[in-house]
């Protein structure tokens, strides 16, 4: 049984250096010293810092993506979560197969992105299991970081086969809970099932399907599969919803294709419209098109993460998926009012909204109000609107509250005040983030939620891209080649999501089909130089910071950065800066 007094009391005297009274085991001492080394003490541990998206190892993750999602269609009403981290401690993905599960993992801050190392959180399941080399348990207050004193997490290496290299960790996390001595064998059991997937992975023509399906599952918005010979090998996480029953379909539609068959068929089932790609002999590589794709009821599986209000809402930065978090709490809560801001083009209003918005039409339970009304009918009658759809119970979002003079922000702030049951979503079209706070105040609250521009969110352009695609030409199949999205990449988004989707109509409307290459962009994009030297790259991410911190004011941005007027001024042009 689990001591925790006697835990705690051995901890404190190995971070002191003094002997303790009682004798934990010498591998918990190791780590708690790495740690103290690292971190000082537990207290300073206050959160799990997390890493952009772009910077997962997303081979890794689609290697592994299967037998996992297998694994954890298993671990239904046991209330254990499952961690993928890559050799540094990185989060490349969680797994619940229930809500006790998936709450565990959200009060730890354990999401995709979060890094668990013992340099960043001390010990833990996973960090320890990558420093120690084996396989390790943690519970409770025997790690080093106090958020993790109810949790118990059990972690061990995933190691090449051949080489022995560690190729990261899987941990299974849960509240502390009896018969823990039950998880080490099981964690075991799926650590030999992942290395015996790294050798199907490894043949030749595998290893050449998987560097296909990695770089399709990147661009694609579809299911994407790959199965072998002994049947499926990989899945994105869009596959991942597909029951077993459209498995074995898509199974069946491959093992009838002729060995040798190379090249992409187009194949239609009674419930499914297949794109299969069979170069290589045994291994097809099958895009999904079309088709019922039934999510998981029940006890089924889900990959965890941080809340959104709808997926349709593309995208996964840590900046953005924060934003729609704080929104999604926001109407649950019932906070009010609630400040949007952002500049002109970022999706505030979609964010507002917890989908793509559309002129005129709006989900249910939701009005659209236009500040500019106000000034063409007058404040009074304006007001009384307002007041009349939030009697309704209905959600308001307000369009542009920064042009509202004093009075009628006043008379705004007097009719939320009545009606304290709804969540008013007031959006802004502003840089200003002081503007937007005293706008804020003003209307009786303090939330303002930060809505980031494009130029922040570029590892999100190829699911923008694809979903901007799929709604303006949804046959034309409009993909990004590698090349155009190094371009899209290195460009500043002045107009931020209108501006992207701009580009993606002009190509639908000029009736292009199929990939999109760099000579297929507007020439406004390809004349930006994707490539800057790394001093131009930092020297212009100061230029930006110091802008926002100075909410758009050149001359207070030169001072921040200590430089002239002109000088920044200069820079701007040669960066291609806008406000």
């Not at 068959?261 to 097809?284: C, F, M, Q, Y």
């Not at 901007?468 to 999501?497: D, I, K, M, Y």
């Not at 991410?541 to 002239?564: C, F, P, V």
Request: glycine share 8%.
């Amino acid at each position: 049984m689990l001591d925790s007094a006697r835990i705690e009391e051995a901890k404190a005297a190995c971070l002191l250096a003094t002997e303790p009274t009682s004798t934990p085991s010498a591998e918990l001492v190791s780590s708690w010293r790495r740690s103290h080394a690292a971190l000082g003490t537990p207290a300073n541990v206050r959160d799990v810092p997390c890493v952009a998206e772009d910077l997962l190892d997303a081979r890794l993750l689609e290697m592994f993506r299967a037998p996992l999602q297998r694994f954890t269609e298993t671990l239904g009403d046991t209330g254990l979560g499952l961690l993928l981290s890559d050799p540094s401690g990185r989060i490349l993905e969680c797994w619940s197969a229930d809500s006790t599960a998936e709450r565990h993992l959200e009060s730890v801050g354990t999401l995709r992105g979060a890094v668990l190392s013992e340099e960043t959180v001390g010990t833990n399941g996973v960090g320890t299991a990558l420093a120690t080399g084996h396989l390790v348990q943690v519970r409770g207050p025997e790690h080093f970081a106090d958020f993790y004193r109810g949790a118990m997490c059990t972690g061990a290496p995933v190691r090449h086969p051949v080489t022995g290299r560690i190729l990261g960790a899987i941990t299974l996390s849960c509240e502390i809970a009896p018969r823990p001595e039950l998880l080490p064998p099981l964690l075991r059991t799926v650590s030999a099932q992942l290395q015996h997937q790294v050798l199907e992975v490894e043949r030749p023509a595998s290893r050449r399907a998987l560097e296909t399906f990695v770089t399709m599952a990147s661009s694609h918005t579809d299911p994407v599969v790959v199965l072998g010979p002994r049947g499926l090998v990989m899945q994105n996480a869009q596959a991942s919803r597909l029951g077993p029953e459209r498995i074995a379909e898509i199974q069946e539609v491959c093992r009838d294709i002729s060995p040798g068959k190379d090249g992409t068929r187009l194949i239609r089932t009674p419930n499914l419209t297949l794109e299969v790609n069979s170069a290589e002999p045994g291994n097809h590589l099958v895009v999904i098109r079309s088709g019922p794709i039934p999510a998981h009821t029940g006890s089924g599986t889900r990959a965890t993460g941080p809340a959104r209000p709808a997926s349709v809402l593309a995208g996964r930065s840590p900046d953005w998926l924060a934003a729609l978090r704080e929104v999604a709490r926001a109407r649950a809560e019932r906070w009010s009012p609630v400040v949007l801001a952002g500049e002109p083009g970022t999706g505030k209003l979609s964010v507002a909204l917890g989908t793509p918005s559309m002129p005129g039409r709006y989900p249910a339970g939701h009005s659209v109000l236009d500040s500019a009304e106000s000034h063409v009918i007058g404040s009074r009658d304006w007001l009384r609107k307002v007041a009349a759809i939030i009697s309704s119970d209905e959600v308001v979002c307000v369009r542009a509250a920064e042009t509202l003079d004093r009075a009628t922000l006043a008379g705004l702030r007097s009719v939320l005040e009545t009606a304290a049951t709804t969540t008013p979503l007031v959006t802004l079209s502003t840089a200003d983030k002081r503007e937007a706070e005293d706008l804020a105040v003003r209307l009786g609250g303090d939330r303002v939620i930060w809505i980031p521009p494009l130029r922040d969110r570029v590892a999100d352009l190829p699911e923008l891209w694809n979903a901007f695609a799929r709604t303006a030409a949804p046959a034309a199949r409009l993909t990004l080649s590698e090349a155009a999205l190094r371009v899209l990449r290195a460009h500043r988004w002045p107009g931020n999501l209108v501006e992207l989707r701009s580009v993606v109509q002009r190509l639908a409307s000029a009736g292009k089909i199929g990939p999109v290459e760099v000579g297929d962009l507007p020439a406004s994009l390809r004349s930006e130089d994707p490539a800057l030297p790394l001093i131009e790259q930092v020297e212009l991410r100061a230029i930006r910071q110091a802008l926002q911190e100075a909410g758009g004011n050149r001359a207070q941005a030169a001072k921040i950065l200590g430089i002239s007027r002109a000088t920044i001024y200069r820079k701007m042009k040669t960066y291609r800066l806008t406000l």
